[in-house]
T-cell receptor, first 118, second 112 residues
Framework: GAVVSQHPSWVICKSGTSVKIECRSL??????MFWYRQFPKKSLMLMAT?????????EQGVEKDKFLINHASLTLSTLTVTSAHPEDSSFYIC??????????????FGPGTRLTVL | GNSVTQMEGPVTLSEEAFLTINCTYT??????LFWYVQYPGEGLQLLLK?????DKGSNKGFEATYRKETTSFHLEKGSVQVSDSAVYFC???????????FGKGTMLLVSP
């Protein structure tokens, strides 16, 4: 149980285009989903926290107009990188927490999406 | 604020060696503590957790004990395998609040 999927697993796009990444909790309903960015040899940086049906809470320094987050249901959250630039290239990881039986403090992570902007 | 400090890697071991990865934390109150593992090219997987002082989390031969007196949660395994090669992240969260604070990760490399 507690499986989280992400799609796509990798994407290459041209500078200036937008890319949408999906995060799904497959076998549980997640009240809260998180989006992280991971740089090479660095820890995970929390970008934003989203609760189903409400606006996402962004961490300081994260542009909310650039990284659009939608959490339309208890099993799906999307991250859209708008007008992507090469510096947005990174590994994006989502996680879901809530009702998985692991307690509200347990997050289950997706496999990540590698974004490369040319 | 909360913070997690891990030993820097990479940690290089031979197969069947004993593993310790140190983790200390700073937090108010009584956080929950976690170890996550990230295999190459993959996302993070929860390895083990502990929610209160003196609790021992264990999974797949790995263990960590919540030591409040030393604010530590060191990860140990008695005999590592090549397949344990990965990056290990120590993390904490405040009770009832799901945001995680991660350490920087420790890469473990196990050779045959």
């Amino acid at each position: 149980g507690a499986v989280v999927s992400q799609h796509p697993s990798w994407v290459i796009c041209k500078s200036g285009t937008s890319v949408k990444i999906e995060c799904r909790s497959l076998d549980f309903q997640a009240t809260t989903m998180f989006w992280y960015r991971q740089f090479p040899k660095k820890s995970l940086m929390l970008m934003a926290t989203s609760n189903e049906g409400s606006k996402a809470t962004y961490e300081q320094g994260v542009e909310k107009d650039k990284f659009l987050i939608n959490h339309a249901s208890l099993t799906l959250s999307t991250l859209t990188v708008t007008s992507a630039h090469p510096e947005d290239s990174s590994f994006y990881i989502c996680s879901a927490g809530g009702l998985a039986g692991g307690g509200t403090d347990t997050q289950y992570f997706g496999p990540g999406t590698r974004l490369t902007v040319l | 604020g909360n913070s997690v400090t891990q030993m820097e890697g990479p940690v290089t071991l031979s197969e069947e060696a004993f593993l310790t990865i140190n983790c200390t934390y700073t937090a108010t109150g009584y956080p929950s503590l976690f170890w996550y593992v990230q295999y190459p090219g993959e996302g993070l997987q929860l390895l083990l957790k502990a929610t209160k002082a003196d609790d021992k989390g264990s999974n797949k031969g790995f263990e960590a004990t919540y030591r409040k007196e030393t604010t530590s949660f060191h990860l140990e395994k008695g005999s590592v395998q090549v397949s344990d090669s990965a990056v290990y992240f120590c993390a904490l969260s405040d009770p009832g609040y799901s945001t995680l604070t991660f350490g920087k990760g420790t890469m473990l490399l196990v050779s045959p």
